[in-house]
């Protein structure tokens, strides 16, 4: 600490804070809670640790995704990105810090029940370093021949089945189910999310679109053509709306996953 | 998994191997399993997922090190640096997917004593993300007015001291007191590199020499002069060896000690 009390190095505290706030739509903690609520939440203190090490693990993708070697993106949310502001160098370690965090907070609030905490910490592992997890996802990317559905699984849907099953384990629930739905709304989200960087508009999304063809990354509309994608999106859909009815599913993960479901899709598909 | 069992995506995997093999002196984790063994090691599978986590960390700091952001390294270990052969991008990723792996082994191995992996987790985090860790040390090297023993303490005495910590803690021992005599094997060992980067050869150290200058970091030799830095490596290990008496250290920890704290020094300083 500085004289002053101040958290030193500056620049790396600065920048972990800016790539945490503001957030966008905190769907992933949002997901670890409301399934963790509809269990009981008996630990909240273990749900919002697992709530934040999801987020936490989602804002250093973000950081390291916006660098000039994968998307070189000036801005997220509407602000200046991590490097642009900070430097490369700087993106870089609050990428790192921010894992290291997401594993700590875990390990802090896990005092009260440590096999559970183990059991996340194992969740959010193998969602985020495995080679069908986030880290993988982003390496997909300069593979050739990459399979758009591996691509979005390990990219998208694995720290979503996380998130889910991490709200389950917290509560000391089974997660198996709850990883299941977790991983639907994911593959949904990123349909969603591949038709809008084709056909949304920049100033709906607060983002650049049309990177994915740049980029050369596989993509669901490039293999599947529109109404593929649409047709796949909507068969996520009835599935999980169908998971929801026969889970009882309280309302807030209802409400959730109704709201994720919608996020992203271009204004144009969603009459369909 | 491909058809032929490989792991996918393949370029990922291969870097991340590279990555970690083949490997320099492995001085942490054999701090790790040497203090452990001195208190008897009774869980040896803990002790070596937190053997091999404090590597892993260790390795993703110098892949994210060798960044072109960074020192822009195109060797280490005499063989081409990972962005080098992999590209930028994958390399950001492969330091990525290592300090997840860090966290997961440590959670895998410790179902059989859930309370000591936590304790290791909170241990491992602090010295590699907190600000007193490793990723606050690469951060100073952009502060202005950056200290050399704060720089030192950061970026190489935590890892060093939570390595001795958490082979304690494997062990079910009091971790106090390896922690500190781990921060001061590490403080002599940076001391020993920082002299070794002013003065040694690079045929000698398989490596370049002269970063510290060329990047304007701080270094002990332009805050204290040569002798001024040996006279603070010398009472670093004078108190190594007393301490290492003073506990009754058992050969293995005695003698890797005294070669880690050799290890780095350049010829030239050894008679003295």
Known sequence: MDGDGSVRPGSLRQAMTDAVFPGGGRLRPRLVLAVAEGLGDPNPALSLAGAVAVELIHCSSLAHDDLPCFDDA??????????????????????????VRAFEVVAIAGESDPRAALAITRELSRATGGFEGLVAGQAWEFEPNAVWSDYHDAKTGALFAAAAAIGAIAAGGDPENYRALGGRIGGAYQLADDLADRYGQPEDLGKAVGLDDRKGVPSAPSALGVDGTLQRLQALQRETKSWLREMKA???????????????????????
């Open 250 to 272: 309280n309302e807030q993960l209802e409400s959730l996953v109704l709201e994720t479901l919608e996020r992203l899709l271009p204004k144009q598909f969603r009459a369909r």
């Open 74 to 99: 000036p801005l997220r949310r509407g602000e200046p990105s991590v490097h642009a502001k900070h430097g490369e160098a700087i993106a870089v370690l609050v990428g790192d810090g921010l894992i």
